[in-house]
């Protein structure tokens, strides 16, 4: 089974849209993905900003990131904590601030990152995925 770690920009484009980023989250069963504990309270924090902009109401938004988050493995700190160091001076060096755990939770189950933001890109020891690159996996 292969693991990949989940991005916040990939959960807030599952909730902007019904396309095939929500579809390979929900629909992928030789995939286990995998995200820091912490990724819900960071989209639920812009949840009232995807409603107004997808034009939905929040309820749906709310409910589409309940299915959403089901799919994916929440992982504490304490699982990735070895990796920590290693992760900051990686973020730090690839100006990638404040991505320290997804580098982290990587490095530890040696997985890719599913991501749509270019700040993974720039971390050499880490391979960075688009949503393409697991389309052609599948």
Sequence with gaps: MRRIVVDASVLLAAL???????????NTEDVT??????????V?????????RAGLPRGTVESVLADVLSAIELVPPGIYSFALGEARNLAAAAHAKGDEDYIALALAL?????????????????????TGD???LL
């Design 16 to 26: 902007f849209k019904d396309g095939s980023v929500r579809d390979i989250l929900l």
């Design 33 to 42: 993905f995998f995200g820091p504990s912490y990724i819900a309270g960071e």
């Design 44 to 52: 639920e924090r812009h949840l009232s900003e995807v409603a107004e």
């Design 110 to 130: 040696e997985a890719p990152i599913w991501t749509l933001d270019n700040d993974f890109r720039r971390v050499p020891q880490i391979q960075a995925i688009a």
């Design 134 to 136: 697991i389309l052609r």
